[in-house]
């Protein structure tokens, strides 16, 4: 990849951090959004340990390579970000763009005994049958096997509800990553809703909700337009990301 080229991508990581603290869906100082640059995957970018989201600039971006274990320790990198991220990308290069977050009605999804989310309106469906579910929450997920058994069971779907946990978001360009992270919190937050009611939930029927989902994937340039209209957002008023 050219210079050029990671600098983009330096560029579109930090405004999607940014537009995620904006919008509420970071926690605290944790979690990361991480792009390959190598055609391999095994050499990307990722926030560095403990900044928060909105101060992210692109230059504050972290270069690491997951061939070269020394360069998380080397780099001070949260040893969770390295061993997710790190797998992830080495195990599964079609994993351009990898985002974990716990956005709270994602999360509160993720802690039921029962994470599947029922297509019962448009966000939902976009998710219909097309989601990866972990139900062995073991503890900080800090080891390299863990990060490995993450990429395994998300295989050759491009999310993943971790239970008890959180959830993982994985795409092409960071625009398709972030405007799916961003749908997926919205389909669990009006889920959380029409659960909070203790009405009976009215869910679309199989061929529908299979239609829906099928439509979503035609419109990928739906995605990629609403994050270059966030970033339009912080071109204005937080224009610094860019640095």
């Known amino acids: 990849m050219s210079q050029d080229n990671e600098q983009s991508v330096r560029v579109d990581l930090a405004a999607a951090l940014r537009i995620a603290a904006r919008l509420g869906m970071h926690e605290a100082v944790a979690n990361h959004?991480?792009?390959?640059?190598?055609?391999?995957?095994t050499r990307f970018l990722i926030n560095p340990k403990w900044r928060h989201f909105s101060r992210i600039r692109a230059r504050d971006l972290v270069l690491v390579d997951a061939r070269q274990p020394g360069d998380a320790d080397s780099r001070d990198l949260d040893p969770t970000a390295w061993a997710i991220h790190g797998q992830l990308h080495r195990i599964n290069p079609r994993a351009r763009v990898a985002m974990h977050l716990h956005p709270v009605h994602a999360t509160a999804i993720a802690t039921l005994q029962d994470p599947v989310i029922p297509p019962i309106d448009q966000n939902t469906a976009r998710y219909f049958r097309r989601i990866a579910i972990?139900?062995?929450?073991?503890?900080?997920?800090?080891?390299?096997?863990e990060g490995a058994r993450l990429a395994a069971l998300m295989g050759d779907r491009t999310r993943l509800m971790m239970g008890n946990h959180g959830v993982m978001v994985v795409a092409r360009t960071v625009g398709e990553a972030f405007d799916d992270m961003y749908t997926l919190e919205r389909a669990c937050q009006i889920l959380v809703t029409a659960y909070s009611t203790g009405r009976p939930l009215s869910v679309l029927a199989d061929d529908v909700a299979e239609k829906t989902a099928g439509d979503w994937e035609r419109i990928t340039d739906f995605s990629i337009r609403h994050f270059e209209e966030m970033k339009l957002i912080l071109d204005r008023e937080e224009p610094d990301y860019k640095d």
């Open 33 to 41: 959004f991480s792009a390959a640059i190598s055609e391999d995957g």
């Open 134 to 145: 972990d139900r062995q929450y073991g503890g900080m997920a800090d080891s390299a096997a």
